[in-house]
């Protein structure tokens, strides 16, 4: 370790001063580019906030066989009216030794579930003895939670989740929804022109 301060020592000064100064002049500056770059680099990269969420529920001869929750982003060409901020709380069957990202997952989704179910715009669709009844909205991220610890009375994690909410059709339905506009606009038309 001494030796090779003592190479630093006695061959540092055969390099002339204007160098030292340049190269410590050149290594700021690249860190300084660097720096500045990053943000560059990545500011195009958006977080998405807004996510328009359906929860299908499917059951056959009366009986529930599946249930599936989407989620698609927004991209800021939502049409929601309104958003407001909603409660849900619940309990998520879990082990205690679970990890919590594995909990906060299974939280959220509950809570996303839950607050369709409630407040999201219903629609069924119905083919021979299959019915698909499918909770329509629109959230935005992102979501407060609380996670209580581990309840042993109920075999889980109570939560509160906090969720900015909409209830909105989702965009697959927009054209349909169009069309139904305009063609009641045009009957409504048709019945004021006889009046």
Request: net charge positive.
């Amino acid at each position: 370790m001494r030796s090779s301060l003592n190479y630093l020592n006695t061959h540092s000064k055969f390099v002339p001063c204007f160098i030292k100064k340049i190269g410590r002049l050149f290594t700021t500056g690249i860190l300084l580019v660097l720096m500045c770059l990053k943000p560059l680099a990545a500011g195009h990269l958006k977080e998405i906030d807004t996510y328009y969420i359906r929860f299908d529920l499917k059951s056959s001869s009366q009986r529930i066989t599946d249930g599936k929750l989407t989620m698609v982003p927004a991209h800021g060409q939502f049409r929601a009216a309104n958003f407001s901020y909603l409660p849900i709380s619940g309990i998520i069957p879990a082990l205690p030794q679970e990890t919590i990202q594995s909990i906060q997952a299974k939280a959220k989704q509950n809570a996303f579930i839950q607050l369709l179910e409630q407040k999201g715009l219903k629609s069924v669709t119905t083919l021979n003895y299959d019915t698909i009844i499918s909770y329509e909205g629109c959230v935005q991220l992102p979501v407060t939670l609380f996670i209580s610890p581990y309840d042993n009375k109920n075999k889980g994690f109570p939560y509160t989740a906090r969720v900015l909410f909409s209830p909105l059709s989702f965009p697959d339905q927009w054209e349909s929804l169009r069309r139904r506009f305009k063609i009641k606009k045009l009957i409504d038309n048709f019945f004021l022109f006889f009046q």
